[in-house]
């Protein structure tokens, strides 16, 4: 997270005139202070998420067909009974 909002305090300083003007330290305290408070999660942790997801939806789909084979044995005249 400090090597976020020290990035963001950089775009900061190159955007704004007179940024160099700005107090470092509260500044910096005040980014990673709003970033803490934001719903963030890291690169890492999103594709660990995205890994996870994409082997429930091949097992999803797996069973599906499982599913639909096991239908498609049903004989219709054991319904009856």
Same mark, same amino acid.
């Given at each position: 997270? /400090?090597?976020?909002? /020290?990035?963001?305090?950089?775009? !900061?300083?190159?955007?704004?005139?007179?940024?160099?003007?700005?107090?470092?330290?509260? !500044? /910096?305290?005040?980014?990673?202070? %709003? %970033? #803490? #408070?934001?719903?963030? %999660?890291? #690169?890492?942790?999103?594709?660990?998420?995205?890994? *996870?997801?994409?082997?429930? #939806?091949?097992?999803?789909?797996? !069973?599906?067909?499982? *599913?639909? /084979?096991?239908?498609?044995?049903?004989?219709?005249?054991?319904?009856?009974?």
């Amino acid at each position: 997270m /400090q090597e976020f909002t /020290q990035r963001l305090f950089s775009e !900061l300083q190159n955007a704004l005139p007179g940024a160099d003007a700005l107090p470092k330290a509260q !500044l /910096q305290a005040a980014l990673e202070s %709003v %970033v #803490r #408070r934001m719903d963030l %999660v890291s #690169r890492a942790d999103f594709d660990a998420q995205a890994a *996870v997801l994409a082997r429930t #939806r091949a097992r999803l789909e797996a !069973l599906e067909a499982q *599913v639909s /084979q096991l239908e498609g044995n049903i004989d219709p005249s054991d319904s009856a009974r």
